[in-house]
């Protein structure tokens, strides 16, 4: 069984530009998740999907958005980059609907804004 | 707003000895406890979890003890091998409509041979 797959692992891009990431969860998995990961700040919580549903929101700012597809892939989209962007984006799928089962997450795409 | 924090950041213990980690939560609503663990240049896995209606979890030479008073959580490591070696980080969430998990900022963890 195909693990969480993220595309583009690597990327770089310059302030002002925008991104788009994507993600395919596990066949099956309905629910994906989004991290920003950064030294020292741990995972932070971006958002979650389920049935093409944004069911929760963190406390990101409006540049950061994402959608899903009827499929269950995921994108994120950030835009008008800024320095402070250049991160790891981890998604993470799960087979409950719930956020009391184990996320699976990808290998993540490591963004790098200069 | 809902927080996670962990201590320490960083842990460097003896091949044997063990090792714990600590998380305190805010959200006295929280029910879910998971820990994942993330080698070096690698994707997180979750190692054990637990949930509010229970005290303690084991699972061979980990274990995860939780006080819901006092809204703080641990992970145990015994006998610690050099492979433990990796980032901890612990999470906490609602079982409920939230749907998001709040993570803590992570522990490295170095075994030293």
């Known amino acids: 069984k195909a693990g969480v797959t993220q595309t583009p692992r690597y990327l770089i891009k310059t302030r002002g530009q925008q991104v788009t990431l994507s993600c395919s969860p596990i066949s099956g998995h309905r629910s994906v998740s989004w991290y920003q990961q950064t030294p020292g700040q741990g995972l932070q919580f971006l958002f979650e999907?389920?049935?093409?549903?944004?069911?929760n929101k963190g406390n990101f700012p409006g540049r950061f958005s994402g959608r899903q597809f009827s499929n269950s892939r995921s994108e994120m989209n950030v835009s008008t980059l800024e320095l402070g962007d250049s991160a790891l984006y981890l998604c993470?799928?799960?087979?409950?609907?719930?956020?009391?089962?184990?996320?699976?997450f990808g290998e993540g795409s490591r963004l790098t804004v200069l | 707003g809902e927080n996670v924090e962990q201590h320490p950041s960083t842990l460097s213990v003896q091949e044997g000895d063990s090792a714990v980690i600590k998380c305190t939560y805010s959200d006295s609503a929280s029910n879910y406890f998971p820990w994942y663990k993330q080698e070096l240049g690698k994707r997180p896995q979750l190692i054990i979890d637990i949930r509010s209606n229970v005290g303690e979890k084991k699972d061979q030479r980990i274990a995860v003890t939780l006080n819901k008073t006092a809204k703080h959580f641990s992970l145990h490591i015994t006998e610690t091998q050099p492979e433990d070696s990796a980032v901890y980080f612990c999470a906490a969430s609602r079982e409920d409509s939230s749907y998001k998990l709040i993570f803590g900022s992570g522990t490295r963890l170095l075994v030293r041979p």
């Open positions: 993470a799928s799960s087979i409950l609907a719930g956020f009391t089962g184990e996320l699976f």
């Open positions: 999907y389920f049935s093409e549903t944004q069911r």
